[in-house]
Nanobody, 124 residues
Framework: QVRLVESGGGSVQAGGSLRLSCAAS????????MGWFRQAPGKEREGILS???????MNALSVKGRFTISRDNARNTLILQMNSLQPEDTALYYC??????????????????WGQGIQVTVSS
């Protein structure tokens, strides 16, 4: 059974950094397109970063230059490094995997596996 588990969330002051990890099990993660999504209260879930099996990356404008995504296929782990965090980055962050995609996507619909979400809170 495919399972994704996020860790590393928490609270930070504006301008600070956090690193989220997503541990994948039950499948070979290297064959899947992976992504990070977030959902703020009262808002739609949005895709912020995606990485395909070749290491190509797609990012949302809202996080460009501040957030990076990487994958460790040997450890089946996906990483989200978040720098220069701002209060508007406060949200539940989700790790997702897609067995349907071949290339990066920030659209949530092709992702068929999701983590439970982890809270990130940025105070001003």
């Amino acid at each position: 059974q495919v399972r994704l588990v996020e860790s590393g969330g928490g609270s930070v002051q504006a301008g600070g950094s956090l690193r989220l990890s997503c541990a994948a099990s039950g499948y070979t993660g290297s064959n899947y397109v992976m992504g990070w999504f977030r959902q703020a209260p009262g808002k739609e879930r949005e895709g912020i970063l995606s990485i395909d099996t070749s290491g190509n990356i797609m990012n949302a404008l809202s996080v460009k230059g501040r957030f990076t995504i990487s994958r460790d296929n040997a450890r089946n782990t996906l990483i989200l490094q978040m720098n220069s965090l701002q209060p508007e980055d406060t949200a539940l962050y989700y790790c997702a995997a897609s067995s349907l995609l071949r290339y990066c996507s920030l659209d949530r619909s092709p992702y068929n596996y999701w983590g439970q979400g982890i809270q990130v809170t940025v105070s001003s």
